[in-house]
């Protein structure tokens, strides 16, 4: 038997909690796994809340990331005992995820934990990390440099936003943090950001061009923000949109593409090829100031994962919750 947060829907409605579940369970897959950490994301909260349409059936065990060992294997690829790392690829949607002790995949989806990662640092970056590292990553091939001027990083406290922020600092550029919580300014200046503004000067309705500001931007919001994000963007800026906080809508004008060839980059995690994961992680083991993840996380036990979803939707949670899945 083993633990698994696991959400069920009936004509009374959706709900999550922590169950015992049997080894014969779990969905088909080549590689079965101790799970050790998982995370909370953002989606993972659509999941548990069931706020968002995330879960594609049911009943369903959310948690889009894991981190464990191999506990067996029929792929080539992995055997008994290898430290693997999960991001994505619709687990914890479509098919049973990491908010567990065990988890069984298909292979193809797992890397090796990342050299010089523990199980737990690895899920404090988890999928928003490693996002705002594609996010980074997305910039820079564009040409974005630090000695181009600000880069603006939205939903600043999330966890793509305090990554992208403490990345972005830590390679040179000045980054100015959009957040709603000005009671979160030093947080965010202890990560890298120079300059804090206000989430409400980007959240509504905006005209189709403003005074260029931004040489580059992630945004984690969507909506407005990113209407308004490239409309401010300087010319032949990018700005790397990865994100929907706010709302899935995009209520913008083609001004600021056709007019100042500001190129807005779609970025996915979520079914990104194995090789750009690799390179992705290689470079947060890189780029990234490790004592930060102290400061960004904090860890909780699987069955208090599902009370912080609540929060995590309401837009309390700060920076990322590191779920232990075996307490
Ligand atoms: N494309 C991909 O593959 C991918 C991967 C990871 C995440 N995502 C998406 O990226 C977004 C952020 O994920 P996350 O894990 O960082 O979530 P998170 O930890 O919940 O952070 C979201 C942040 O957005 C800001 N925010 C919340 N509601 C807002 C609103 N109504 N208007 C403006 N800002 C708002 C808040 O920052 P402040 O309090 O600082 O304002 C909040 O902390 C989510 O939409 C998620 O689905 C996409």
């Known amino acids: 038997m083993f633990n698994a947060i696991v959400i ?10 922590v169950q015992a579940l049997d080894e014969s369970q779990l969905p088909a897959g080549d590689v079965t796994i101790d799970v050790a950490y998982s995370t909370l994301n953002y989606k993972d909260g659509l999941a548990i809340t069931g706020k968002g349409p995330v879960v594609r059936s049911f009943p369903m065990v959310p948690g889009i990331d894991l981190a464990g060992t191999v506990h067996s294997s029929e792929h080539p690829d992995f055997k008994v005992g290898d430290a693997v790392l999960l991001n994505g690829w619709g687990v914890g949607e479509g098919h049973w995820g990491g908010l567990a002790q065990k988890a069984r995949l298909n292979g193809d989806w797992l890397i090796p934990l990342p050299k010089g990662f523990t199980a ?28 181009q001027g600000e880069v603006l990083v939205t939903g600043a406290n999330g966890g793509v936003g305090s990554f992208a922020i403490a990345l972005l600092a830590k390679l040179g550029y000045h980054v100015v943090a959009s957040t ?23 959240s509504a309705p905006g005209k189709p061009l403003g005074k260029e500001r931004w040489a580059g931007a992630v945004d984690s919001v969507g909506s407005h923000t990113l209407a308004n994000v490239c ?97």
Not at 8 to 17: F, L, W
Not at 180 to 202: F, M, N, P, V
Request: with cysteine; aromatic share 4%; charged share 25%.
């Open 8 to 17: 069920d829907k009936d004509e009374q409605g959706q709900r999550a909690a």
């Open 120 to 147: 737990a640092e690895a899920m404090a970056i988890g999928t928003a990390g490693y996002t705002a590292m594609l996010c980074v990553i997305a910039l820079e091939r564009h040409g974005v440099t630090p000695d």
């Open 180 to 202: 709603g919580r000005s009671s979160e300014h030093e947080y965010l200046k202890r990560l890298g950001a120079r300059d804090i503004i206000d989430r409400e000067s980007l």
């Open 231 to 327: 409309a401010t963007t300087r010319y032949h800026g990018a700005v790397a949109a990865c994100g929907l906080a706010q709302g899935m809508d995009f209520p913008g004008s083609v001004a600021p593409f056709i007019l100042r060839g500001v190129s807005l980059l779609g970025i996915d995690s979520v079914k990104r090829p194995k090789a750009d994961r690799i390179e992705a992680w290689n470079r947060l083991a890189h780029d990234l100031d490790r004592d930060l993840l102290a400061v960004i996380s904090q860890e909780v036990g699987l069955s208090q994962a599902v009370q912080m979803a609540d929060q995590l939707m309401t837009g309390s949670v700060r920076g990322r919750v590191v779920v232990d899945v075996n307490r």
